[in-house]
């Protein structure tokens, strides 16, 4: 394998850099062995996983020597890319979307600078996953909740600065959020909202501060290197109910999305409740091979014998009821009547205290039906369980997401289920996914699971991606997130007056980043320096 | 009274500016005459009215007519101050940072553009107000509520751009609102978030998009021209109950706030709760003259015989709670038993059907007592009542206010109103204010009430003023909002390394309107063409 360089930059001139940035961070900290930069390819890659390779890696360990990183890339125009932990599986874990640009892996920055209790907030930095915070608000007796993501191991900063999000009253992860430290690409280091206010009292407290407030301009962009960032955390409930909801059939899909959305928007129901599809649910109890084994997607015939046999529900709803007991039963009694209205809809419901965490084996507790499916995630326990998707068609697994938002209504849910599943099985695809609620929004993800073992799975699951976006689009719906590889034609979707919003963006990047340094292409931003790399690979 | 014109220029180059842009907007809608102007002048200045004033007004009707006016003001670099219907009573009113500035009058873009009464929105024009969209949602049967403001008379635009707050569960207008359309500087027109998707599904359903979020950056700006927006409206509870608990000591404070934060928290209260200093109760139910004539504040003794005789509270906190009769009960049970721990604590509430929407004078329903003192607005229903305070102290009466964010801790809060109450007594002014609580924050707002007509009692107010932003600033505080006469000592105070924040603000700022035509000097934030002009008058 021939040494990967990042674009526009002699061998020699790279060695100079590479000579100044160990200098700065140490030479263990700088990372250029093909077996090092291995493990920042996606291991999920939805096609050739060199298309997205770095040149090297640099480990900063502070803010200052973030700095000095910058002004040594900025005087070579080296294009970094900066990653959290870099988990962002599915998404492009952690590769760069330019081709040859310089990691910059903030793993090794991972302080909790502080966990208030009283105010229930919590400030770190990048290298935090939601695992460690979970186990240091253990460990100091703390009664807060994290809200982790489908995958504990992931960064809160990473997370959050996606727009991921998780399943109790805090699972809307970006609105959670409470004030930022950030380094732009110039070297200047600011503080959001509140944080402005030196030695100030409310930097975690109030979001916006005074005047713009430009956090979420940091969020799925690539204007600055965020260093510290605050996130609100859920104080633990005096107790709570987990409960699960199984329907019988495909289109009750319409009737659920209906019931729910008032439920939602009266905050009956507070958490972000999962509705998910009956194979997601079943890949936790099992692998397809022990239901199918032939050509294409599951036929509908093996699709029903395995939810019949696992006794699972066509859709799945998971929620949760934090609060008193007096609370919860009084909420208890108005899903379980708005629910009944959907024939053959099953119930199963388990009350917990609100200091039960769930034994170590990640299930908040022993029922085996009513807490299997990721409810440990709603009582604010991080798990990988979600990982299990990745064994459901076996060979090295991988998936790549398509995550359209949807209106909350049953028709537009049904609509997209339908799409999708069909656009699926033309590629040989089962439908994998499911809906996570919001209020008036739901969000959809399907993941296209694939053996990465298999070229044909990878190259159909790749051209299934495109079809999906294009099919969405058509009927009016946009992505919120996308992998590397469609980063650029999820942009182009929002084309309203020809493209105004990117134009925005892109204005604002070339004010910010004039040599173009900072994660160039990520979301579709290009700045101007790299512009004509703009594409859809 | 001598001609104004704007900054910089002669009148013969104004006169063409002018002239153009009678052929875009039409000869009416072009206001130059002395009379016409002083409509635009701050009523409530805290010093000279003509301090701020404004060279001439445009009220265009379109967004094509914006794109024009602005191509004009490029040309001819004259500065524009964008109101929506100028009712920023407090903050400076329908008046410009930079005198000379012509203001534009967004108010004949009136249009209630659509309801969505299934998903719970509104996607309205600057001119809506409150009054307006409650008046839509009735006529309509939409069961719907609007978030009030403390006057109903204000933009549901303006006010969710300056980060105003009302009192129902959607009290935190910038939290509700969702997708913005923009007019830049340049005339480029943008959508925000999912309205980017050209007939798309969801740009009033999920706030961000994809990609970096800038509808935070539009709000208190000077970045573009907001001509739609879109806000979440709350579904009208099944049943109401609107509390109020009046507490008899001054120190009580602390008690209330240690007790709320956590009601708060967990949502037993949903709504924006208020807390209200006895004075300001007072005020809602009589006037000054019939407690104390003397000079300077209030005496202690006065404030305590007119809280005994108007049988009112030392602090009057107004809650609502929201749902089915059951779970207002478990909730009100759940209030009681914790405020019941401060002594001689006393307590009203009135229970109301969903669609209970009070009288035609206001009151959300006959019962004087628990009801008066702003409790319509926790109905979602909007009303001029806040105006009562004008006449507090008799004469032209005027207020400038004091808008520190508060941590929701007692002892930030006592904190606060201790400093401030000292600070207005020495200038001769009584405490009138209050907190409104957000989770992990309180507004506080202090209300400087003077008589326009007494010169002495303006000079004294705005002196008060700039006394109590240095006193916030040096125990951690900032403030979330300014008048005028302090957006640049406000902006100043955010000073972490050097100024950083606003360093930022003023780089984009230059990036969006490079020849500074739009709101020099808003919020503090001057583009590179008028910077010289900071200053804190």
Chains 1, 2 share one sequence.
Not at 101 to 117: A, F, G, K, T, Y
Not at 386 to 395: E, N, S, T, Y
Request: net charge neutral; with cysteine.
């Amino acid at each position: 394998m021939s040494r990967s360089l990042p674009p526009n930059l002699s061998a020699a001139q790279f060695d100079l850099a590479l000579a100044s940035w160990r200098s700065i961070v140490g030479e263990p900290q700088v990372v250029t062995s093909a077996a090092g930069l291995a493990t920042y390819l996606d291991p999920f890659a939805p096609g050739e996983r060199a298309a997205f390779s770095a040149s090297a890696t640099l480990l900063p360990g502070s803010v200052d020597e973030i700095r000095a990183v910058l002004r040594v890339a900025n005087q070579y125009r080296i294009p970094l890319w900066t990653v959290s932990t870099g988990r962002n599986f599915a998404y492009g874990g952690a590769a760069p979307r330019l081709p040859g640009s310089v990691v910059l892996d903030l793993h090794r920055m991972n302080r909790i600078i502080e966990v208030n209790e009283t105010l229930a907030y919590a400030l770190v930095e990048p290298g935090v996953t939601y695992f460690d915070l979970h186990a240091y608000l253990r460990e100091h007796g703390h009664k807060l909740w994290v809200d982790p993501p489908a995958a504990g191991w992931g960064s809160v900063v990473g997370n959050t600065l996606e727009r991921g999000f998780g399943y109790t009253a805090y699972g809307d992860h970006a609105a959670k959020q409470c004030g930022m430290e950030v380094v732009l690409a110039n070297g200047d280091v600011l503080r959001t909202g509140m944080g402005g206010i030196e030695i100030g009292t409310a930097w975690q407290l109030y979001q916006p501060g005074y005047g713009p407030s430009f956090d979420a301009m940091f969020m799925q962009s690539n204007y600055g290197i965020v260093t510290k960032l605050g996130v609100w955390l859920m104080p633990a409930p005096p107790a709570y109910l987990l409960g699960e909801i199984q329907f019988q059939h495909e289109a009750d899909l319409e009737a659920i999305v209906e019931i729910l959305r008032p439920l939602r928007l009266d905050e009956t129901i507070r958490n972000h409740v999962v509705i998910e599809g009956g194979l997601r649910r079943a890949a936790g109890l099992s692998t397809r091979a022990q239901w199918y084994e032939g050509p294409g997607a599951m036929p509908e015939r093996a699709v029903a014998a395995m939810l019949e046999k696992l006794d699972v529900g066509r859709w799945n709803l998971h929620f949760a009821l934090y609060g008193t007991p007096e609370l919860i039963d009084a909420r208890l009694a108005i899903v379980q009547r708005a629910f009944a209205r959907v024939p053959q809809a099953r119930f199963f419901a388990k009350r917990y205290a609100g200091n039960a965490m769930g034994d170590a084996a990640g299930n908040a507790a022993s029922d085996a039906q009513p807490t299997a499916g990721g409810d440990r995630n709603l009582a604010g326990i991080p798990a990988m369980s979600a990982f299990r998707m990745l064994d459901w068609r076996g060979g090295a697994g991988a998936h790549v997401d398509f995550a359209p938002v949807c209106p909350a209504t049953g028709r537009d849910a049904l609509r997209q289920y339908t799409m999708v599943k069909t656009r699926a099985a033309e590629y040989g695809f089962d439908y994998y996914g499911g809906f996570t609620a919001g209020e008036r929004h739901l969000h959809h993800i399907f993941a296209a699971i694939f053996d990465r073992g298999d070229a044909n799975q990878v190259e159909q699951a790749g051209q299934l991606l495109r079809s999906l976006m294009s099919d969405a689009r058509a009927a009016g719906y946009g992505e919120y997130r996308a992998h590397l590889a469609y980063m650029d034609f999820a942009a182009a979707q929002y084309s309203f007056n020809d493209g105004a919003l990117l134009r925005l963006s892109e204005t604002i990047k070339d004010a910010l980043d004039p040599n173009g340094i900072l994660a160039p292409g990520k979301q579709g931003i290009w700045p101007a320096a790299w512009r004509d790399r703009r594409g859809y690979t």
